[in-house]
């Protein structure tokens, strides 16, 4: 478990081995905001990862990396998987990938997270994974599991791309 920083020249350096006291398990997803901020998701604290593929089990987090160094600014999440900043950067989304939801969280003065709120659920086989913004401000959620790709708008209407989806499996 860990952040890694790897150079060109094939260097590898720790970022983050621990955070408020506990071994940091493997990470899901790293994102350098426009002030330096590094945001990491943590999916899940079980071992194996495997255990925490169910909806039941929300012990995924977000922790960041500034000047005052590393700290978990949200917790309780349902397999935290990819995050993205809205435009102004006051927002931070996150996809529970096995809680099947699209979360918002308003960025605080000092990082924390707060209003957790959530933006959209998603369906019987949805499973959200990554997450990309476009220019109208809309999400684009790919759910590998099925094969689907979804456009979330602001409000949280979902609009079916593309699938290829097998419902048996």
Not at 10 to 29: E, S, W, Y
Not at 61 to 89: C, M, Q, S, W
Not at 120 to 125: I, L, R
Request: glycine share 12%.
């Amino acid at each position: 478990g860990g952040v890694f920083r790897l150079d060109r020249d094939g260097r590898l350096h720790d970022v983050l081995r621990k955070v408020d006291g506990i071994d940091l398990p493997a990470t899901n997803f790293v994102l350098i905001d426009d002030r330096g901020r590094v945001w990491v998701s943590v999916s899940t604290r079980q071992v194996p990862r495997a255990l925490g593929y169910r909806r039941d089990v929300a012990d995924g987090f977000i922790v960041l990396i500034d000047g005052k160094g590393p700290r978990i600014v949200a917790d309780r999440l349902g397999y935290t998987n990819e995050l993205r900043l809205d435009r102004r950067g006051g927002h931070l989304y996150v996809n529970e990938t096995f809680g099947r939801r699209l979360t918002r969280f308003t960025i605080g003065r000092y990082g924390e997270l707060v209003e957790r709120t959530t933006v959209t659920e998603f369906g019987s086989g949805t499973f959200p994974d990554g997450l990309a913004l476009d220019i109208e401000e809309h999400f684009w959620i790919t759910s590998p599991v099925s094969n689907r790709v979804i456009r979330v708008a602001p409000d949280g209407a979902q609009s079916l791309i593309v699938e290829d989806s097998d419902p048996d499996h």
